[in-house]
């Protein structure tokens, strides 16, 4: 979609130039000439006692003396010799009224005067000193919280601009948006972090010291990112809020104005809250005075009726060039420079205020409706202006001419789009409030931001002998004095095209942190959130070898674990058995049974979609007992007859499970492991009843027995795999088991396809099981996922299909990761499963991916749009530990994990991010 160039006409002010480059000679400048030379003609005249030679002399010394008060400077907007001693002399005028010795020295610089009563616990509105006709302004405020614009494509970018064009056109009020400098505060998540710390003490006494002191170790780590000074999470580093203040006389307009804000916002993508007024003094305060904390709504409400009195500054000294304040006495000196921006680029970039918006500043940008038959009036006088400098130009400047010209043209273009309704004018007035505790920082903080803002083509006024003014002009009011003087007349599109809104909000009071994304926001994750948006807690990982898939992976699963979370890992890798240790875990190998082993004889339940929670024991077994047939098929799928031996097998189970010792449980999933029949169990019973029992004494029967035998005790193959007590009983309180499938991968395809049968029968019980006792919540986490499809053997794939759709409702979420997406997509069928399992991931992390599999992702991320330009220039580039993170179909994050010293010590692996 083509889009229309944004554009800022150049100050409509109206007046003649006079010199080639168009800089400060006037016409007005002109007559005063004209006037000097009728001054210097007078004392040539008078003097004539000093002899003609002398006359001319004095006259030329008087003339040039007098020219030389209207060059210009470089104090504020290029004030002339005469406009600065002018100022100095009134400054120095001024200054006395700010040395009165009171507690309440700037009360009558404070614009908000009382919280006006809405019937609500906290009014949302606040009742200004301001008015208009008699009637007092009421302000109110709306919270926004934006994005990265260039996470989108160009034309995405190109709709979301006009939507908020719109926004600017159809808000008919004054309004100010303000952007504010905090203290980082993530206070909620390290109150969460301490009460599990709390909860773990409590019941220490269920873990074993190692799983004690991990968890411990890790919850501390938590805290102390908090607490650390330098810490990504600590307070000392700033956050970014970003908010709409309206104002009106109407209350009514007012609520109005909030509504059609709030719903143009959505359109804009952008998270809008209407505050309340207890929100908006912070925001006051937080505008004007930045060190200081911020106010309880207690300490608001208490001063709901005088609030000029709880905001005003003591002891305010003012020099030419910046403001010194205090608000307490404990509190160190706090130095404030006011400065305002006098001259904005004619032809915007996209975001043109994001130098403003990431330096450690607050900005004010004031913006006033006004009536058309006054912009057009100075659109008509501007063309003259322009037509004139156009015809005096000098002929041997084309190029100033050709300029001159394309001014023209250009608000030409401008009057078309304001006749045909699709555009609008507003006047902006930006305030800059730079502030430090130290004041040659400050200055130089000063020094850099001007010549940051002057590559971006933003001139800045000092505001020097202005500084009041400028503190009046900068404070949340409708009414802008010196605005009215200096604004400019600003198009909404260019309004709009400045997209300051570059902060997001991936802060989970519950969460794990992270690391940042891609606007330095922190990153706060809990996949278990639940909101209208976020319904299900599955994650999708991938990337290529080295991305950083198995770190990201570990430090999800260690906060997981850290807030009292289970987790059941399939390691094909052996990259979880060292984690499991330090966590106090259990290791099985599912490829050799030398550590751990699961009992293929013990009741399971599975993730079916039946509800029925109260099962008995019977209906347990009977449910097992079809699935015992299954895995029996499964494992020995190249034997002839194995078919008909199986149900026999089972029958024989079924038999087992009704002598006296199983029969007389109340619940059969409340044993010890021990307590379960193993393959010997099995053989000896079938053998026992071959002596009595005629239903036992066939060929099938002998048959089966033998492969039992010969596969399952003494030296038979699968022995040590299968022939004995499960390490986990089915109701077991590990958090953190590890099914290590390395050397399981390396053996036949049907005792693969058997054991990851078995393995996910395991999972599916103990997720059905927790669901049933527990309101703990279970991660099942599968890495390198790609080397559990295969098209021929497909149990593993249809157990992640199955899981991920269920697993919801179970309070459970499933974490897969692949570095080969093309397995993932190999096949027709295998697609289908595929898409679906990464549809039903509301998480998905896409790492470091080399061009030739690029295509893959893109195909991954078809169903929601795509990759944009830029996110295929980040995959491309991206580094260890950096991904992009996709929640849902609209919300998207570039962020960078970071691995702390703590963390790094429980999850095994270097920090390379």
């Known amino acids: 979609m083509s889009r229309k160039r944004a554009y800022i006409p150049k100050t409509l002010n109206n007046v003649i130039k006079m010199s080639k480059n168009n800089n400060w000679f006037t016409m007005y400048d002109l007559l005063f000439c004209f006037v000097f030379l009728i001054v210097a003609l007078i004392f040539v005249f008078t ?134 400098d905090r203290p980082l505060d993530l206070q909620a998540n390290k109150k969460f972090w301490k009460r599990k710390l709390e909860l773990l003490e409590k019941n220490k006494k269920e873990y074993t010291d190692i799983q004690y002191q991990t968890r411990k170790e890790q919850i501390q780590g938590f805290i102390n990112l908090h607490e650390k000074e330098g810490s990504y999470l600590s307070s000392d580093n700033l956050d970014k809020e970003f908010y709409f203040v309206i104002y009106s006389t109407i209350k009514k307009k007012l609520m109005k104005n909030i509504y059609e804000l709030m719903q143009a916002a959505s359109t804009v993508k952008l998270k809008a809250e209407h505050i309340n007024a207890c929100e908006l003094v912070n925001v006051y305060l937080g505008l004007v005075n930045p060190m200081h904390p911020k106010l309880t709504d207690q300490e608001i409400m208490d001063h709901r009726n005088d609030l000029d009195k709880l905001l005003a500054f003591n002891d305010l000294k003012v020099n030419g060039k910046y403001l010194c304040a205090n608000n307490d006495k404990d509190l160190n000196k706090l130095y404030l420079n006011i400065s305002n921006i006098k001259q904005y680029p004619n032809f915007p970039t996209r975001s043109w205020l994001a130098s403003l918006v990431y330096s450690n500043s607050n900005f004010v940008i004031n913006i006033n409706d006004i009536f058309k038959e006054d912009i057009s009036k100075k659109l008509s006088n501007q063309l003259q202006v322009l037509n004139s400098n156009i015809v005096t130009h000098s002929k041997k400047d084309l190029i100033g001419k050709s300029s001159q010209e394309k001014d023209a043209e250009l608000i030409w273009e401008l009057i078309d789009d304001l006749a045909s309704g699709n555009e609008k004018i507003k006047k902006i007035n930006t305030y800059i409030i730079s502030y430090s505790n130290n004041l040659k920082q400050l200055q130089e903080y000063n020094q850099m931001l001007r010549k940051t803002l002057k590559n971006e083509r933003i001139l800045i006024d000092d505001m020097t002998f202005n500084q009041l003014e400028g503190f009046s002009g900068a404070i949340i009011k409708p009414t802008d004095e010196y605005g009215a003087k200096y604004a400019t007349y600003t198009p909404t599109l260019a309004l709009a095209e400045s997209f300051p809104f570059l902060s997001s909000d991936l802060r989970d009071e519950e969460g ?98 039946d509800e029925n929670h109260n099962l008995t024991s019977n209906q347990i077994i009977q449910y097992h007992i079809e699935f015992f047939e299954t895995w029996l098929k499964i494992l020995f799928g190249d034997r002839r007859n194995i078919n008909e031996m199986a149900p026999l097998i089972s029958f024989a189970l079924g038999d087992l499970y009704q002598q006296p010792k199983y029969k007389k449980v109340e619940n059969i999933l409340d044993q010890k492991a021990e307590w379960y029949p193993t393959f010997t169990d099995l053989i000896k019973f079938i053998r026992t009843e071959q002596k009595a029992n005629k239903k036992y004494q066939t060929d099938g029967y002998e048959e089966s027995v033998n492969l039992l035998e010969n596969s399952f005790v003494d030296f038979g193959k699968y022995s040590e795999l299968y022939n004995g007590p499960s390490v986990i009983s089915i109701k077991n309180k590990n958090d953190l088991i590890v099914y290590n499938i390395q050397s399981l991968l390396e053996k036949s395809k049907n005792l693969q396809q058997a054991q990851m049968t078995l393995i996910t029968a395991v999972i599916q019980n103990e997720v059905k099981i927790n669901s049933l006792l527990s309101d703990k919540r279970i991660m099942v986490l599968i890495d390198e996922a790609h080397l559990l499809i295969d098209e021929r053997n497909t149990a593993a794939l249809d157990f992640i299909f199955q899981l991920v759709k269920r697993i919801r409702k179970r309070n459970g979420g499933v974490v897969l990761a692949t570095q080969n997406l093309e397995d993932f997509f190999s096949t027709k069928e295998n697609s289908k499963k595929t898409m679906a399992i990464v549809t039903n991931s509301l998480y998905v992390f896409v790492g470091k991916t080399p061009p030739q599999n690029i295509e893959t992702v893109e195909e991954m991320y078809k169903s929601i749009g795509g990759l944009t330009i830029s996110q295929r220039e980040f995959l491309l580039k991206a580094e260890s530990g950096q991904f992009i993170l996709r929640i849902g179909s609209d919300e998207t994050h570039n962020i960078n994990f970071v691995v702390t010293k703590d963390l790094e010590s429980v999850i095994d692996a270097k920090v390379e991010f």
């Open 47 to 180: 003097l004539s006692i000093l002899g003609i030679i002398g006359q001319i002399f004095v006259g030329i010394i008087v003339f040039f003396g007098l020219f030389s008060m209207l060059l210009p400077t470089k104090v504020g907007r290029n004030l002339r010799v005469y406009q600065v001693i002018w100022k100095t002399f009134k400054f120095s005028s001024e200054i006395k009224k700010f040395k009165i010795n009171t507690s309440n020295d700037t009360k009558n610089l404070v614009s908000f005067k009382k919280i006006i009563d809405d019937g609500n616990d906290i009014s949302k509105f606040v009742l200004t000193k301001s008015s208009v006709g008699g009637k007092p302004f009421m302000a109110s405020a709306v919270k926004i919280v934006g994005y990265d614009l260039f996470r989108f494509s160009e034309e995405e970018q190109n709709l979301l601009i006009n939507n908020m064009q719109n926004l600017f056109m159809n808000i008919e009020s004054n309004m100010s948006l303000i952007k504010v």
């Open 512 to 609: 794990t942190p992270l690391g940042n994304n891609e606007l330095q926001d922190v990153v706060v994750l809990d996949t278990f959130v639940k909101t209208r948006s976020r319904m299900n807690h599955n994650a999708f990982l991938t990337g290529f070898s080295g991305a950083g898939k198995t770190t990201a992976l570990k430090v999800l699963m260690n906060g997981h674990l850290a807030k009292g979370g289970i987790v059941r890992a399939i390691d094909p890798e052996n990259e979880y058995s060292s984690m499991a240790r330090k966590y106090g875990g259990i290791v099985i190998d599912a490829g050799t049974g030398r550590e751990g082993r699961i009992n293929p004889l013990q009741p399971l339940i599975q993730l079916i979609d």
